[in-house]
């Protein structure tokens, strides 16, 4: 088999590696089909079987050391969402009733809040825009 057949051959592992890939969404698929086209441009660079097949092995095995635990750490820890008070910190609310040091209302999300100024000596009237710095127990702390 000389070197064009051999580098053919490769590239047919790689496509053949991809396809349980896309059916199964194991990634380790991908780094093998990646060692895989490695071995392929070894050898349409005219390199030996057996440096061909140390290439698939060196690069398919470098993948799974390093890139594997990489990507199924970032799988577990998942989207990062907020929910609850956690995603109405930072939000822009609508000044109801005067909110002041000492309190008021704010429209937040569709709701009437209480409200109070996070500094006691600033006053928001009605229509105003301001943000949510903090929740405490039912009542917004606003900037």
């Known amino acids: 088999m000389d070197f064009v057949d051999s580098w053919l051959w490769w590239l047919l592992a790689a496509v053949g590696l991809g396809i349980p890939l896309v059916l199964t969404a194991m990634p380790e698929f991908a780094m093998f089909a990646v060692g895989a086209l490695a071995a392929a441009g070894v050898a349409g660079l005219g390199a030996g079987v057996v440096w061909q097949t140390l290439t698939f092995v060196v690069v398919s095995v470098a993948l799974l050391v390093v890139v594997r635990p990489i990507a199924y750490r970032e799988l577990k820890r998942g989207p990062n969402?907020?929910?609850?008070?956690?995603?109405?910190?930072?939000?822009?609310?609508?000044?109801?009733?005067?909110?002041?040091?000492?309190?008021?209302?704010?429209?937040?999300?569709?709701?009437?809040?209480?409200?109070?100024?996070?500094?006691?000596?600033?006053?928001?009237?009605?229509?105003?825009?301001?943000?949510?710095?903090?929740?405490?127990?039912?009542?917004?702390?606003?900037?």
């Open 81 to 143: 969402i907020k929910m609850g008070i956690e995603a109405l910190q930072g939000a822009t609310a609508v000044v109801a009733e005067t909110v002041d040091g000492e309190g008021g209302r704010i429209k937040l999300n569709g709701e009437i809040w209480s409200a109070r100024a996070l500094h006691p000596d600033s006053v928001y009237q009605p229509g105003q825009q301001v943000d949510v710095v903090e929740i405490q127990g039912a009542t917004a702390l606003v900037v």
